[in-house]
């Protein structure tokens, strides 16, 4: 276990986050009359072979546009400058600065900052992708930091090495709810209100979060260590967002493609990204990066660009039904599957009780009929039945996208590009779980927590009951569009590479193998949450093991933890890849311990199926 604290491994990414970078001699700062401050940091990404993003925001005392000079180096005090140029920041961008540096050496490690004013920002480091043979490449893999819920202990601890070339982050890079919403009640207790205290929606409701956020010490240090490749999932919009709405949206919040254009906005502000090219869409985030002849890194948009509304099981969910003959409207007699409909036919929600070991139909009218008539309440010791057939066949309905069609070949053209050009691993940056996990049983779930699941999503009770009987977990997810799903499976078996899929999105730990329906073509490592609670701690707290009963049902999952919060260190070579799963002890309060609680690797194929995971020491 690592005691926190800046060691001197992190020494570099603790300088960032403290004093000013040194003058680099050689390099005029702008004139400017004014005071300025760096109070946000610096950040790099997108990192090519031979460019990459740098980005910083200042912050001056007054407005209009500021002169900022961007430099470049080999070494930590900029004196040894590499390439150098003047952007003018403006309040049209909100003060953030960003450049796009071109003309670098591939593979190389550079240093950057920034000067205004007579001011100099922290320094960070960067790299560029190498070309050509690349032995070994270490990502770090994080998503969900919710400011409310919690300190940003993961990024601090994530800041302390110096063994990381990339960090990846897959979404949920803020969170949009006001002090009413998601975490309010914590964030009263540990002093993280969000700002502003409303809930996001519009502009500079949108910049002001992603300014609070990167006032952190953690994430400044997080980003001033290494380039980040990042994307949105919903929360940088809106919950459970999708192509033309969200969960988290209603019609009295205004038009929601208004929104999402002020959303979209401020992230490509804030974060270091390169913009879309002229006439691409905002949407289109989806992008690749090559890491010389070890991993190429797909990276892709599953929220904004095409994705339909997903299923709703609290209103949606089609439950079993069971057809009674009412010729006698007083002694209804259940009809079998043989037996044809009649003309006084009524189907009502088939009631099921357990006889043995067996889950039975009650098809006597007279025990049924009371409780088919006072639903949704059924007695202990009665269960309701989802559909799963009127399930799938809306999940399967041909007009229901999660990427697009343009994404879907998009994607087939870059894993095959990928594995003509002799890369060993093609890596999917990917929001939502892709492999498929049916829901656990918890439908003995206690009284007590069933209530306060209810008040955090309606609806939840029945559904509770429910999961006697399987069927997916959630329908945001890939599980939702299980057509798109088999499509880029197909494409991903075609390709005949060694995918590897991350995963954020879900505050759990993953490590999952994707199964096409002819073996194993993929592994999945989903990254647990920064700071965000899972659903296996709210179900802890009664004393029920959430973790164990997706297993349980799952057999595909080798390994869930939502009780943890952290990181994943993802090391690749030609060899292996390996998967270490770090977490902190604790993200209510700064004095946290740092620990290593389980790692697999996966062992490259040559053939269209890739190798199993194996627990790893």
């Given at each position: 276990?690592?005691?926190?604290?800046?060691?001197?491994?992190?020494?570099?990414?603790?300088?960032?986050?403290?004093a000013a970078a040194a003058c680099a001699p050689n390099v005029e700062t702008p004139p400017y009359e004014g005071a300025v401050a760096f109070n946000h940091g610096v950040a790099s990404g997108d990192p090519k072979q031979d460019r990459v993003i740098i980005w910083t925001r200042?912050?001056?005392?007054?407005?209009?546009?500021?002169?900022?000079?961007?430099?470049?180096?080999?070494?930590?005090?900029?004196?040894?400058?590499?390439?150098?140029?003047?952007?003018?920041?403006?309040?049209?961008?909100?003060?953030?600065?960003?450049?796009?540096?071109?003309?670098?050496?591939?593979?190389?490690?550079?240093?950057?900052?920034?000067?205004?004013?007579?001011?100099?920002?922290?320094?960070?480091?960067?790299?560029?992708?190498?070309?050509?043979?690349?032995?070994?490449?270490?990502?770090?893999?994080?998503?969900?930091?919710?400011?409310?819920?919690?300190?940003?202990?993961?990024?601090?601890?994530?800041?302390?090495?110096?063994?990381?070339?990339?960090?990846?982050?897959?979404?949920?890079?803020?969170?949009?709810?006001?002090?009413?919403?998601?975490?309010?009640?914590?964030?009263?207790?540990?002093?993280?209100?969000?700002?502003?205290?409303?809930?996001?929606?519009?502009?500079?409701?949108?910049?002001?979060?992603?300014?609070?956020?990167?006032?952190?010490?953690?994430?400044?240090?997080?980003?001033?260590?290494?380039?980040?490749?990042?994307?949105?999932?919903?929360?940088?919009?809106?919950?459970?967002?999708?192509?033309?709405?969200?969960?988290?949206?209603?019609?009295?919040?205004?038009?929601?493609?208004?929104?999402?254009?002020?959303?979209?906005?401020?992230?490509?502000?804030?974060?270091?990204?390169?913009?879309?090219?002229?006439?691409?869409?905002?949407?289109?985030?989806?992008?690749?990066?090559?890491?010389?002849?070890?991993f190429s890194l797909i990276m892709l948009e599953t929220r904004l660009l095409a994705r339909t509304q997903p299923l709703d099981y609290a209103t949606q969910l089609p439950v079993r039904m069971q057809r009674w003959n009412f010729t006698s409207p007083t002694a209804a007699v259940?009809?079998?599957?043989?037996?044809?409909?009649?003309?006084?036919?009524?189907?009502?929600?088939?009631?099921?009780?357990?006889?043995?070991?067996?889950?039975?139909?009650?098809?006597?009218?007279?025990?049924?009929?009371?409780?088919?008539?006072?639903?949704?309440?059924?007695?202990?010791?009665?269960?309701?039945?989802?559909?799963?057939?009127?399930?799938?066949?809306?999940?399967?309905?041909?007009?229901?996208?999660?990427?697009?069609?343009?994404?879907?070949?998009?994607?087939?053209?870059?894993?095959?590009?990928?594995?003509?050009?002799?890369?060993?691993?093609?890596?999917?940056?990917?929001?939502?779980?892709?492999?498929?996990?049916?829901?656990?049983?918890?439908?003995?779930?206690?009284?007590?927590?069933?209530?306060?699941?209810?008040?955090?999503?309606?609806?939840?009770?029945?559904?509770?009951?429910?999961?006697?009987?399987?069927?997916?977990?959630?329908?945001?997810?890939?599980?939702?569009?299980?057509?798109?799903?088999?499509?880029?499976?197909?494409?991903?078996?075609?390709?005949?590479?060694?995918?590897?899929?991350?995963?954020?999105?879900?505050?759990?730990?993953?490590?999952?193998?994707?199964?096409?329906?002819?073996?194993?073509?993929?592994?999945?490592?989903?990254?647990?949450?920064?700071?965000?609670?899972?659903?296996?701690?709210?179900?802890?707290?009664?004393?029920?093991?959430?973790?164990?009963?997706?297993?349980?049902?799952?057999?595909?999952?080798?390994?869930?933890?939502?009780?943890?919060?952290?990181?994943?260190?993802?090391?690749?070579?030609?060899?292996?890849?390996?998967?270490?799963?770090?977490?902190?002890?604790?993200?209510?309060?700064?004095?946290?311990?740092?620990?290593?609680?389980?790692?697999?690797?996966?062992?490259?194929?040559?053939?269209?199926?890739?190798?199993?995971?194996?627990?790893?020491?």
């Amino acid at each position: 276990m690592t005691k926190r604290g800046w060691t001197r491994r992190g020494a570099l990414a603790a300088a960032a986050t403290g004093a000013a970078a040194a003058c680099a001699p050689n390099v005029e700062t702008p004139p400017y009359e004014g005071a300025v401050a760096f109070n946000h940091g610096v950040a790099s990404g997108d990192p090519k072979q031979d460019r990459v993003i740098i980005w910083t925001r200042i912050s001056p005392e007054q407005p209009g546009d500021v002169p900022v000079r961007w430099i470049v180096a080999r070494n930590q005090e900029l004196t040894d400058v590499v390439k150098t140029g003047v952007i003018a920041a403006s309040e049209a961008r909100d003060y953030t600065v960003k450049a796009d540096v071109t003309g670098l050496r591939p593979g190389a490690p550079y240093f950057y900052g920034f000067r205004a004013g007579g001011v100099s920002s922290p320094v960070g480091r960067t790299r560029t992708m190498p070309r050509g043979s690349a032995d070994t490449a270490r990502l770090a893999v994080v998503s969900c930091s919710s400011y409310a819920h919690g300190f940003f202990n993961a990024y601090a601890s994530l800041a302390q090495r110096d063994d990381i070339d990339l960090v990846v982050h897959l979404g949920d890079y803020i969170y949009e709810y006001g002090l009413a919403g998601y975490g309010g009640d914590i964030a009263i207790q540990l002093g993280r209100v969000p700002a502003p205290e409303v809930e996001c929606q519009r502009l500079d409701d949108y910049r002001a979060r992603h300014a609070q956020y990167k006032t952190e010490a953690e994430l400044q240090a997080a980003h001033a260590m290494a380039p980040w490749v990042v994307v949105w999932d919903d929360h940088e919009m809106a919950n459970d967002s999708f192509a033309s709405g969200a969960e988290n949206h209603d019609e009295g919040e205004g038009q929601f493609a208004a929104r999402k254009q002020a959303a979209l906005q401020a992230y490509y502000e804030w974060m270091p990204i390169r913009d879309p090219a002229p006439g691409r869409a905002f949407e289109a985030i989806n992008r690749s990066f090559e890491y010389g002849d070890l991993f190429s890194l797909i990276m892709l948009e599953t929220r904004l660009l095409a994705r339909t509304q997903p299923l709703d099981y609290a209103t949606q969910l089609p439950v079993r039904m069971q057809r009674w003959n009412f010729t006698s409207p007083t002694a209804a007699v259940a009809l079998r599957d043989h037996e044809p409909d009649t003309a006084t036919m009524q189907r009502l929600p088939a009631i099921y009780e357990e006889i043995g070991a067996e889950l039975r139909p009650v098809l006597d009218w007279r025990r049924a009929g009371p409780m088919a008539q006072n639903l949704p309440n059924v007695p202990s010791g009665f269960f309701l039945a989802p559909d799963v057939d009127a399930i799938n066949a809306l999940l399967n309905a041909p007009e229901r996208q999660l990427m697009g069609t343009a994404q879907e070949q998009w994607l087939a053209d870059e894993l095959n590009r990928s594995k003509r050009g002799g890369a060993t691993w093609q890596v999917i940056g990917n929001q939502v779980l892709m492999a498929r996990v049916d829901a656990p049983d918890v439908s003995n779930t206690p009284p007590q927590l069933a209530a306060a699941l209810e008040r955090l999503r309606p609806g939840v009770t029945q559904l509770l009951k429910l999961t006697r009987f399987p069927f997916p977990l959630s329908t945001d997810s890939w599980d939702g569009y299980p057509a798109a799903r088999a499509r880029v499976l197909s494409t991903v078996r075609a390709a005949g590479g060694n995918t590897l899929v991350l995963t954020g999105d879900t505050h759990t730990a993953w490590a999952n193998e994707i199964d096409d329906g002819q073996g194993r073509v993929a592994v999945e490592f989903g990254a647990t949450s920064i700071t965000s609670p899972s659903e296996a701690e709210y179900f802890a707290s009664a004393g029920v093991d959430f973790n164990a009963a997706v297993r349980a049902r799952n057999a595909h999952v080798k390994y869930n933890d939502g009780l943890h919060r952290g990181y994943i260190v993802l090391t690749l070579t030609k060899q292996q890849a390996t998967a270490e799963f770090f977490s902190v002890s604790t993200v209510l309060s700064k004095d946290y311990e740092t620990a290593r609680v389980a790692a697999f690797t996966v062992a490259p194929d040559q053939g269209p199926s890739i190798g199993a995971i194996t627990a790893a020491d």
